[in-house]
């Protein structure tokens, strides 16, 4: 089970990484669960998928695209999840994931619950 869950959280970001990339929020959007939580700091807290979309909309309208992450690390919570953490680069501005909780879906897919990252500079 360990293994298709990692596989499944792997698809995910993978997912979630491509949405970004052709620009479509409401596809970022869906790789969180409805209840999801994400931390961007220093840009505030947004709770459920509704908040999340408008986040990245604003994100994708100011310009911001190619994102790309480095030095990711999975860590294995239990059978059903897997934190992420790792560096990541965008053409205007490079951070770190602090912790992004993927967690498997009843229908095998994997959706963010928890996302949490930072903002480190502009590029």
Same mark, same amino acid.
């Given at each position: 089970?360990?293994?298709?869950?990692?596989?499944?959280?792997?698809?995910?970001?993978? !997912?979630?990484? +491509? @949405? #970004?990339?052709? =620009?479509?929020?409401? /596809?970022?959007?869906?790789?969180?669960?409805?209840?999801?939580?994400?931390?961007?700091?220093?840009?505030?807290?947004?709770?459920?998928? !509704?908040?999340? +979309? @408008? #986040?990245?909309? =604003?994100?994708?309208? /100011?310009?911001?695209?190619?994102?790309?992450?480095?030095?990711?690390?999975?860590?294995?919570?239990?059978?059903?999840?897997?934190?992420?953490?790792?560096?990541?680069?965008?053409?205007?501005?490079?951070?770190?994931?602090?912790?992004?909780?993927?967690?498997?879906?009843?229908?095998?897919?994997?959706?963010?619950?928890?996302?949490?990252?930072?903002?480190?500079?502009?590029?």
């Amino acid at each position: 089970m360990t293994q298709s869950t990692l596989k499944a959280c792997k698809a995910a970001i993978g !997912a979630w990484q +491509q @949405a #970004f990339n052709r =620009q479509d929020a409401a /596809g970022c959007a869906t790789q969180y669960q409805e209840d999801a939580i994400m931390e961007a700091r220093p840009m505030g807290t947004f709770k459920g998928r !509704a908040q999340i +979309q @408008a #986040f990245w909309q =604003q994100i994708i309208d /100011g310009g911001y695209c190619d994102v790309d992450y480095t030095d990711v690390e999975w860590q294995k919570v239990d059978d059903n999840s897997y934190i992420l953490t790792s560096k990541w680069t965008m053409n205007k501005a490079y951070g770190v994931v602090h912790r992004e909780l993927w967690v498997l879906q009843p229908d095998g897919s994997a959706k963010l619950k928890e996302d949490d990252f930072e903002i480190q500079g502009e590029r």
